[in-house]
């Protein structure tokens, strides 16, 4: 069971390891604030309980906006994991169907790698356009494609357990806690900044 690191303003900042979080914890840089029951580590000298949830003690500095570099995990997440041009989820797809990233305007045709030019598709649909713009071959987009909120994407595609829930709702509010404690891997989510 991996580990929620909090800065010391409670904001949630990433899962670590249990054994990189023990080190935080021994080296006086963080604090336990909840463990697993009745998982230890044991050295010759100490037990210390398997943190679930750790908060750092001096705060760290979080810029509050930076560029994410498009990733197929993301990106799919920020879609809800279904075509944006059939609308058919990756539940729905069959065979040697699948999810696929699909450039708007192709790279060959002067498209890039931004969170603006880049959609999920399936792999049907994107065979279909192939080099094309959307509107050459009769497909349109479901939705307009935008730079999601990162903060929000992270905690989508994460695993968290109900204790670790219950941090990140009380820094991020509801909304945030529901898109992480329901996700859905077949039902869309809006994520937008």
Known sequence: MDCLALNASFEPLTIVPPRRAVRLVLDGKAEILENAVGKLFRSERRVIPCPTVIRLIRYIHVPQRFRRQVT???LFARDGYSCQYCGRRKSDLKGRQF???????PLSRGGD?????????CSSCNNRKG?????????????KPREPNYVHLVWVVRKVTE????????????????RVSTRNVNEP???VG
Do not use: C
């Not at 999810?99 to 305007?105: E, G």
């Not at 790698?113 to 598709?121: A, G, K, M, P, R």
């Open 163 to 178: 204790t670790q829930a219950k941090y990140i709702q009380m820094f991020y509010g509801t909304r945030t806690l529901h």
């Open 113 to 121: 790698n931004s969170w603006e030019n880049v959609v999920t598709s």
């Open 189 to 191: 989510v809006e994520i």
């Open 99 to 105: 999810l696929t990233r699909d450039h708007i305007t």
């Open 72 to 74: 197929n995990t993301f």
């Open 131 to 143: 080099n094309q713009l959307p509107g050459e071959v009769g497909l349109r987009l479901r939705n």
